[in-house]
Nanobody, 118 residues
Framework: QVQLVESGGGLVQAGGSLRLSCEAS????????MGWFRQAPGKEREIVAL???????TYGDFVKGRFTISRDNAKNTMYLQMNSLKPEDTAVYYC????????????WGQGTQVTVSS
């Protein structure tokens, strides 16, 4: 079992930045692929960024160089640095974890709200 707790969400003006954190507990963190997902009202959940246990990262097309995913396996923590935020980035952001190389994310945090004002 893996427990995930997100933090760092909030209200920011367009063009601003936020850094989300996801702290994991329960199992060996480096054994898990991790990811950030988001869901806006009335929309389906979408992938923001994924990172493997070794640090390999992929991003959703909409990120376009604005966000950076990272992880610190020694601290059992994953991060999402978000720059140049847009109102359309407004959503609940979730972190998730899954066994390496399965593509399945079985463990989810409770989510953190990100609101970008215009």
């Amino acid at each position: 079992q893996v427990q995930l707790v997100e933090s760092g969400g909030g209200l920011v003006q367009a063009g601003g930045s936020l850094r989300l954190s996801c702290e994991a507990s329960g199992r060996t963190f480096s054994n898990y692929d991790m990811g950030w997902f988001r869901q806006a009202p009335g929309k389906e959940r979408e992938i923001v960024a994924l990172i493997t246990g070794n640090g390999g990262a992929t991003y959703g097309d909409f990120v376009k160089g604005r966000f950076t995913i990272s992880r610190d396996n020694a601290k059992n923590t994953m991060y999402l640095q978000m720059n140049s935020l847009k109102p359309e980035d407004t959503a609940v952001y979730y972190c998730a974890a899954g066994a390496r190389s399965t593509g399945l994310y079985n463990y989810w945090g409770q989510g953190t709200q990100v609101t970008v004002s215009s």
